[in-house]
């Protein structure tokens, strides 16, 4: 195994999850330093990760266009540029452009080719090691990113990652040149500019809906700038989103009985290994993401952690991730991709329902540890086996291509967990504070109502001494702020327990969909040596 090219490709693997780690330890102190909301910190996390899934097929096609090694370059030049204007950001404004878009846009050009470029440096049982080594950096990414992030949060200032990530974004482009150009069989063509505008559109629309439902709500509209038939405009704008993506393919069609080159050769999408791998990847991103912006709201704004504590108490889960995700290969050698994923959805499973009976007013730190310890054990099972499923799954000539499916499907998935996840945990804060403020006698019927209207503007959430304070500047009477207070610190608790309670069904949902996996072990064990 060529130990220079791994090492480029993972430090590139590394680099790509690393700010997203510091992003979600470090929530408090954006909406500090920016002055902001959760609600928008958590637009900017999803928009970050809408970037890359509306893009990376687009950037997979220009790998194929300008050959995956240039690509790959090139994409490492856009995330320096977007890295250094994140560390220079100086509002919200500025963040999302260098941080969600500029950032995103690069990193839609490295993954794709990443990958491609992995499948073409590396063959056989190298190959499969290849994929285990990238899933276990991006777990070493995801352990790193919580503390690191933390520890720069606390004693210096976030910015200071962004600027690293520049220096290692440079190291990385003096190692392209150790990098082979896998060879392509199948002409690029054209680029498929409306059938990328077309996919980045259904997508952001169906993710934007998702994510703005838990200020709009889902029927019953909320605080909407607009109303739709009596109805909150949520559901219209998810359903216009798969109604462009059922355009999308629509034009990819056409596209492709026309003789010309589509953004996607949707034949792909009909390999029973392929489709199943990909929905277990979004899968599997939902679910993390979703949990990753869960357990730091809790953490920071409930228990008042700094990013520091944050960090620490979120390593376990990296860790785990890492050691089991760099074992795939070993495992794949004895049981086959789909028993792996079946049993990394179980431990899932399980730490779900460990975190969900853990989320108290005073953590119980150990089993909270441990918890968060299973939940990365399960993550790795999944992350070990998916990658090499995806690309064993098509020959040469569509890695590229494969490559960008794969990772559509990746950040999508991400997208989709920040946004479903953490619109859940408002509407469930909303709600629950509600139903609590109501059957209170201690609050009277006037402030019952003030409450009331204030719900149907929005519910931030935010620490409880800083609720304290908007309620006493508000003029309610000190006995009534406390039955507030410790109303809204219960529905907190409620908003994130109905939080984690859909990430569990969405594991159970996964597990029914594991049936086209492999069912045979994908990696060969070596050879025994000859005697003599």
Known sequence: MNRKVLLVLAAAQFLMVLDQAVMNVSISQLVADFDTTVTTIQAAITFYALVMAALMITGGKLGDRWGRRRAFAIGLVVYACGSLLTALSWNVGALILGWSVIEGVGAA?????????????????????????????????????????????????????????????????????????????????????????????????????????????????????????????????????????????????????????????????????????????????????????????????????????????????????????????????????????????????????????????????????????????????????????VQSSVGEEARSEAGGLQFTAQQFGGAMGTALIGAVVVAGLASSLGSLVAMDPAVSDPVKQQVGVSLEAGVSFVPADQARSAIEAAGVPPAETDALVAAYSQAQLQGLRVGLLIAGLIVVGACFLTGKLPDRPMIRAPEPAAAG
């Open 109 to 389: 050009l490295v993954m794709p080719a990443m990958v491609a470029l992995v499948a073409g440096n590396f063959s056989g049982k190298d190959r499969a090691a290849a994929y285990g080594v990238l899933g276990g950096v991006a777990g070493a990414g995801i352990a790193v990113g919580p503390i690191l992030g933390g520890w720069v949060t606390t004693n210096l200032t976030w910015r200071v990652v962004f600027v690293g990530e520049v220096v290692v974004a440079l190291a990385i482009l003096a190692g392209v040149r150790w990098l082979t150009e896998p060879e392509r069989e199948r002409s690029a063509g054209r680029l498929d500019l409306t059938g990328s505008a077309l996919s980045a559109a259904g997508l952001g629309l169906v993710v934007f809906g998702v994510l703005q439902s838990g200020t709009w709500g889902w029927f019953q509209p909320r605080n909407v700038p607009f109303e739709v038939f009596g109805l909150s405009p949520t559901p219209f704008v998810i359903t216009g989103g798969l109604v462009v993506l059922g355009l999308f393919a629509h034009w990819e069609r056409r596209v492709e009985r026309g003789g010309r080159e589509p953004l996607v050769h949707l034949d792909l999408l009909q390999v029973p290994p392929l489709r199943s791998g990909l929905t277990m990847m979004t899968a599997q991103n939902l679910i993390l993401m979703g949990v990753f912006f869960s357990v730091p709201l809790y953490l920071q704004v409930v228990q008042g952690f700094d990013a520091l504590e944050t960090g620490v108490i979120m390593l376990p889960v990296s860790v785990t991730l890492f050691l089991t995700s760099a074992a795939g290969p070993v495992l794949g050698r004895r049981w086959s991709p789909r028993t792996i994923v079946r049993t990394g959805l179980g431990v899932l499973l399980v730490a779900d329902v460990g975190l969900l009976a853990l989320i108290d007013p005073d953590i119980a730190t150990a089993p909270f540890l441990t918890a968060m310890g299973v939940l990365g054990v399960g993550i790795g099972l999944l992350s070990s086996q998916l990658g090499n499923v």
